[in-house]
């Protein structure tokens, strides 16, 4: 049985290295009695976030959701030893006290990325933001340390909508071919804006005005983040937030071009950045 843990965390592991390279390197940055029940938690995020890519329409896409919340339900159809990265998960929850509803919560909210809405305002990207990115730097701060899990809350609660708002930014090019809008209607607005003339791509100058406020919510996120001492056994939870300043500092200065160039940094530079954060416990 704990070879068979063992090896469907190896296949968690190898789907990082795939799907989300920033988390693969958090794992193998993290110590290694830790990095198997991380890479479950990880590879359970991507699985989350890749469905809209795998459904042309969203009732396809809340099944896959269903399959997850039955899973954690206790509920699943089938045998659950058939999805290496169910299984995973399960044996990491049971390990580490992983809270469900924490992982229920982030399925219901990965609800939206299969719609077209709009996000209202500040406060809902912040509640989204909160139920994915902030949940799985308290989910994985768990794994490290239950003791000093507590003491990261309110750093992991800035830091994850500092980083879902990078990886916002990263994505806009795709969410606006699909019609997807992730900066807050009362940001647009604030800017002259609304979802269509976002969308049509055409006022440059109200565009970027819009990108950058939304990167500098996210920069004040940030700054929030960093006051906060974080715990030095559970930082490499935090490693993959501290890809996002650069990322924001760069959409800020792009503006509308964000629609034609990325943001990201090379893999190798990335590499560089959560090494250096690592040593220098500062995200």
């Given at each position: 049985m704990a070879d068979q843990s063992s090896t469907n965390q190896d296949i968690c592991l190898a789907m990082l290295r795939d799907s989300d390279r920033d988390r693969y390197l958090a794992c193998l940055l993290s110590p290694e009695d830790k990095r198997g029940a991380l890479a479950a938690l990880y590879a359970f995020n991507a699985e989350l976030a890749?469905?809209?890519?795998?459904?042309?329409?969203?009732?396809?896409?809340?099944?896959?959701?269903?399959?997850?919340?039955?899973?954690?339900?206790?509920?699943?159809?089938?045998?659950?030893?058939?999805?290496?990265?169910?299984?995973?998960?399960?044996?990491?929850?049971?390990?580490?006290?992983?809270?469900?509803?924490?992982?229920?919560?982030?399925?219901?909210?990965?609800?939206?990325?299969?719609?077209?809405?709009?996000?209202?305002?500040?406060?809902?990207?912040?509640?989204?933001?909160?139920?994915?990115?902030?949940?799985?730097?308290?989910?994985?701060?768990?794994?490290?340390?239950?003791?000093?899990a507590a003491r990261s809350a309110e750093a992991a609660g800035h830091a994850g909508v500092a980083q879902a708002i990078a990886g916002l930014l990263l994505l806009m090019p795709l969410h606006r071919h699909r019609g997807q809008i992730y900066i807050p209607l009362e940001i647009l607005a604030a800017t002259g804006l609304d979802r269509d003339t976002f969308l049509a791509g055409e006022d440059k100058a109200r565009i970027s005005a819009a990108i950058e406020a939304f990167a500098g919510l996210g920069r004040d996120h940030l700054a929030k983040a960093r006051k906060v001492a974080i715990p030095q056994a559970v930082f490499p939870a935090f490693l993959p937030a501290s890809l996002a300043a650069p990322v924001l500092s760069k959409a800020q200065k792009l503006g509308a071009g964000l629609f034609d160039r990325s943001a990201q940094q090379p893999q190798w530079r990335r590499q560089i950045g959560m090494t250096v954060a690592l040593m220098r416990k500062k995200i």
């Open positions: 890749r469905i809209r890519d795998l459904v042309h329409e969203p009732l396809p896409g809340e099944v896959r959701m269903q399959y997850w919340r039955d899973l954690l339900e206790g509920t699943a159809h089938g045998s659950t030893e058939a999805n290496p990265v169910a299984a995973a998960l399960l044996a990491a929850i049971e390990a580490h006290r992983l809270p469900r509803k924490t992982l229920s919560d982030m399925i219901d909210a990965r609800i939206f990325d299969l719609y077209d809405d709009p996000m209202e305002s500040r406060g809902a990207l912040e509640g989204y933001a909160g139920e994915t990115a902030s949940a799985l730097i308290q989910l994985a701060s768990l794994i490290l340390s239950p003791e000093e």
